[in-house]
Structures are given as structure tokens and as C-alpha cells.
């Protein structure tokens, strides 16, 4: 069994500067890529940014200079640090992985409960 739990979020204020984490714990084996997803009141899930094991980054061009991605291989766990908040970054924050459990040869995508970001101007 995986899981993954997200921290760090909470009511912040515009400009502020939060971190988020997540940590995934379980069987695994091997992780390939990390990261994280929003979803605001009425829209769809999107992709914020996520970073492979190796450390290639991809973002969404609306977070590109605010938001930086990291990740810690050791402790499998992947961050996200949020710069110059805005009220437009309230959301459901949620983070995935795409993994392998021991004694399985398939990739799948793990997703955490996720945490929200509420940010008041």
C-alpha cells in the first residue's frame, strides 16, 4: 500500500511565501515522476508542476517565476514552494506520484488527499 500525504497548506495571505510537502510511504520500489495539481472552486484539475527523478522540471506557464518545485529522492518526498501568492492561487492542492509498488513491473499514478490554499488579499 502507498500513500501520500500533503502538509503545509492552509489560510495565507497575498504575498506570502508557504511551502507544501509531500511524502509518499508504502511499498514502493522506484519513483519516476512527482508533483503537483490545483484545482480552484469550478474548474478542472490542472498540473502546477512536476519534476522526474532526475530533475527535469515541468510547470505551468501561470506559476513560471512564483512557484519552484523540488524534490528529495532520499525521503521521497516532493515540495513545492509558493512565492508572491495571489488571491487566483486558491485551491485544492494535490500531489501525485507515478511509482512502482514492490514486486510489480507497472507504473502508476498515486495521488494525495489532498491539501487546500486559501489566500485572502
Known amino acids: 500500500q502507498v500513500q501520500l500525504v500533503e502538509s503545509g497548506g492552509g489560510l495565507m495571505q497575498a504575498g506570502g511565501s508557504p511551502r507544501l510537502s509531500c511524502a509518499a510511504s508504502g511499498s514502493i520500489f522506484s519513483i519516476n515522476v512527482m508533483g503537483w495539481y490545483r484545482q480552484a472552486p469550478g474548474k478542472k484539475r490542472e498540473l502546477v508542476a512536476e519534476?522526474?527523478?532526475?530533475?527535469?522540471?515541468n510547470h505551468a506557464d501561470s506559476v513560471a517565476g512564483r512557484f519552484t518545485i523540488s524534490r528529495d529522492n532520499a525521503k521521497d518526498t516532493v515540495y513545492l514552494q509558493l512565492n508572491s501568492l495571489k488571491p487566483e492561487d486558491t485551491a485544492v492542492y494535490y500531489c501525485?506520484?507515478?511509482?512502482?509498488?514492490?514486486?510489480?513491473?507497472?507504473?502508476?499514478?498515486?495521488w494525495g488527499q489532498g491539501t487546500q490554499v486559501t489566500v485572502s488579499s
Open positions: 501525485y506520484a507515478n511509482l512502482r509498488v514492490v514486486g510489480s513491473r507497472r507504473w502508476n499514478d498515486f
Open positions: 519534476i522526474t527523478s532526475g530533475g527535469s522540471i
